[in-house]
């Protein structure tokens, strides 16, 4: 489905990624892992053609969805024509909007507005929590409702591919485990997910592939349970 092939990416002259290249197919989770500063959420900005200055510049490699170049597509069409979307880290919700209105914005693309509708119903069983919280300020929701709300945004968006980065970030270990949880349903049900995550021990134990970057390279790959077993993972990434 989705397929990055020697990518190299600079902010400015810096470059940032060194030729990555690695696949996700149709209805996987896969899983990037590493360390702060080894290129994870420049990867998923360059997918999602975040453009610079806050995005990276591309230099070399592709970046293809179902076969088409990501790279001459805006943003904008990313979400609304290929139905990706991005969840970026730190959530970045209207905070002085409600929870409805964070939902209701996603679909401004949309031209199904019945299937918009299922979509926010689905949303609400998804995490009942945004449900009793609909007219509430964003800016006033818990932390793990916060990352509730920007996943039902994703959602609200049509997407059928989710790019997530650091979804655990700032959870106590119980949301932490609800909302990896909630991916997995997610998944189960159709949902392709790019997962960027620190926590590698988690990230592995919900993802079926994943990919290792350091200082911008693919150094190790495969099944998630050959990763959990790889000496240098394990010494570098998993306490062990």
Known sequence: MLCVSNLKVKYGNIEALHGVSFTVEKGEIVTLIGANGAGKT????????????????????????????????????VVANLRMALVPEGRHIFGNLSVMDNLTLATYARQDKDRAAKDLDFVFELFPRLSERRKQRSESLSGGEQQMLAVGRALMSGADFILLDEPSMGLAPLLMYDMFRTLKKLNQQGMTILLVEQNARLALDFAHRGYVLDTGRIVAQGPCDELRDNPDVKKAYLGG
């Open 42 to 77: 420049t990867t998923l900005l360059t997918i999602a053609r975040l453009g610079p200055p806050e995005g990276p510049r591309v230099t070399e490699g592709d970046v293809t969805l179902n076969g088409q170049s990501l790279l001459p597509v805006p943003p904008h069409q």
